[in-house]
T-cell receptor, first 111, second 112 residues
Framework: EDKVVQSPLSLVVHEGDTVTLNCSYEVTNFRSLLWYKQEKKAPTFLFMLTSSGIEKKSGRLSSILDKKELFSILNITATQTGDSAVYLCTRSGTSYGKLTFGQGTILTVHP | DTAVSQTPKYLVTQMGNDKSIKCEQNLGHDTMYWYKQDSKKFLKIMFSYNNKELIINETVPNRFSPKSPDKAHLNLHINSLELGDSAVYFC???????????FGNGTRLTVT
């Protein structure tokens, strides 16, 4: 089974800090890597990455993919308490919509 | 609102019972999924339907039977519920293979 490994498993920071979340994956049949944010309910989509070295940004969040080293990072700058959530990394392969998820990083931002 | 909606939100039932979870999406997507999230937060795919046809069927016990009456609906029926079936079940949809999934809010199933 294709593996996705995230680190750290949990992270506690204070508002205003910058955090970097890591995701490594196996290369078999790789198509894209996606990041989701899960608060109490549904995971919500953040980024989809298919090309190496191209940073995607949305406000204080950004993400980049390294297809040579098989990893991605998610950066959050100037963290806010509303960023507290589980961040899920997932990769898609050739099977239709079959995403392999990592175990998630639990981010807690204290005021 | 455009969304993926699933019902019920919570389901508490006894071992051996049969239950169903319903899912509907009004996003115009052609592919729908069921994912299971266990207590360790791992999301694992169970089933995927594209235009009402089953395309992914992971190693799920045959007590679980998905049904897609049309592109906008994918229901999950579970027979003879077991304690280990307790989890949060997420429905999701997407437009094609390479589009991000949109998830419903989940159904928390507790089997006692």
């Amino acid at each position: 089974e294709d593996k996705v490994v995230q680190s750290p498993l949990s992270l506690v920071v204070h508002e205003g800090d910058t955090v970097t979340l890591n995701c490594s994956y196996e290369v078999t049949n790789f198509r894209s890597l996606l990041w989701y944010k899960q608060e109490k309910k549904a995971p919500t989509f953040l980024f989809m990455l298919t090309s190496s070295g191209i940073e995607k940004k949305s406000g204080r969040l950004s993400s980049i993919l390294d297809k040579k080293e098989l990893f991605s990072i998610l950066n959050i700058t100037a963290t806010q308490t509303g960023d507290s959530a589980v961040y899920l990394c997932t990769r898609s392969g050739t099977s239709y919509g079959k995403l392999t998820f990592g175990q998630g990083t639990i981010l807690t931002v204290h005021p | 609102d455009t969304a993926v909606s699933q019902t019920p939100k919570y389901l508490v039932t006894q071992m051996g019972n049969d239950k169903s979870i319903k899912c509907e999406q009004n996003l115009g997507h052609d592919t729908m999924y069921w994912y299971k999230q266990d207590s360790k937060k791992f999301l694992k795919i169970m089933f995927s339907y594209n235009n009402k046809e089953l395309i992914i069927n992971e190693t799920v016990p045959n007590r679980f039977s998905p049904k897609s009456p049309d592109k906008a609906h994918l229901n999950l029926h579970i027979n003879s519920l077991e304690l280990g079936d307790s989890a949060v079940y997420f429905c999701a949809s997407s437009l094609g293979t390479d589009s991000p999934l949109h998830f419903g809010n989940g159904t928390r199933l507790t089997v006692t």
